[in-house]
């Protein structure tokens, strides 16, 4: 289903094509790993692009980077992979969450090589830090895992879907996930984040639910005018849930944008 390889110390699930239109790259959430995407894999996206789903340093099999512990410093890396492993190529985005912020950032930063991004849920205002943010309350990062841990082993005894994601986190170097953490509080702050996603020039969907996506994002999709599509489901992952659909929809977005 993917080969998995490892460049500039960092995991990746890939799948490529001899051919085709676009090369795919997916940015796993806060605390994840690419185990978010393993159903795109089977998808029939995979019958047309070539896919490339990372596990950026300190989650998943990737190991901590000194230095490299901030969404800035991911987004530096995921370039550096992006023009080892998909140079000459047009490229197509996909973030998840807080992927999505790692995805603006490279969007900005490759210009006309990135023809479109695909927002899963990505973090646009202050309230979508409703996990993330709460690193900014904890000194040490060891405290914040421990208490980050006991709240998704919480919600996973009654939720299939955050046994996936518990799956992941327990993978997380803490120093990490407190980066991370940190990082999407100061967003929260500052609000560039969603500013920048709408400020885009490359084609852009954001996807959502209406259970999961806190009100005052809502009021921000409206405000700024961004495109997007609201999914069947009741979580933050339709990409685990309703995988099918998810590709689907995501497929078509990516069908439209080729010559």
């Known amino acids: 289903m993917y080969h998995p390889i490892v460049q500039e110390g960092v995991f990746l699930r890939t799948h490529r094509k001899q051919s085709g239109p676009a090369h795919i790259w997916l940015f796993h959430g806060f605390g994840e790993s690419s185990l978010s995407f393993r159903e795109v894999f089977s998808s029939e996206l995979a ?19 000194p230095g490299k512990m901030s969404l800035e410093a991911a987004a530096g890396v995921t370039i550096d992979l992006i023009n080892a492993l998909s140079r000459n190529r047009p490229v197509l985005l996909v973030g998840h969450s807080l992927g999505s912020v790692i995805a603006t950032q490279v969007a900005w930063e490759l210009g006309e090589t990135v023809k479109g991004i695909f927002s899963i849920e990505g973090n646009l205002t202050r309230s979508d830090g409703y996990f993330s943010a709460r690193a900014a309350e904890f000194e040490e990062a060891d405290a914040f895992y421990r208490y980050f841990i006991d709240m998704i082993y919480e919600r996973a005894a009654k939720n299939e879907v955050y046994q996936r994601y518990l799956a992941s986190v327990r993978f997380a170097s803490p120093q990490a996930l407190m980066g991370w953490g940190r990082s999407s509080a100061q967003l929260g702050e500052t609000g560039t984040h969603g500013s920048d996603f709408a400020s885009l020039k490359c084609a852009k969907l954001y996807y959502w639910g209406m259970e999961s996506t806190p009100e ?39 069908k439209g944008l080729e010559p």
């Not at 019958?47 to 190991?63: E, I």
Request: net charge negative.
């Open 47 to 65: 019958a047309s692009y070539s896919l490339f789903a990372p596990d950026l340093p300190g989650f998943g099999v990737s190991p901590p980077q």
């Open 216 to 254: 005052e994002t809502r009021k921000f999709i409206i405000t700024h005018d961004i495109p997007n599509r609201q999914y069947t489901g009741d979580n933050h992952w339709p990409m685990v849930e309703t995988p099918d659909a998810c590709y689907q929809h995501m497929g078509e977005f990516f």
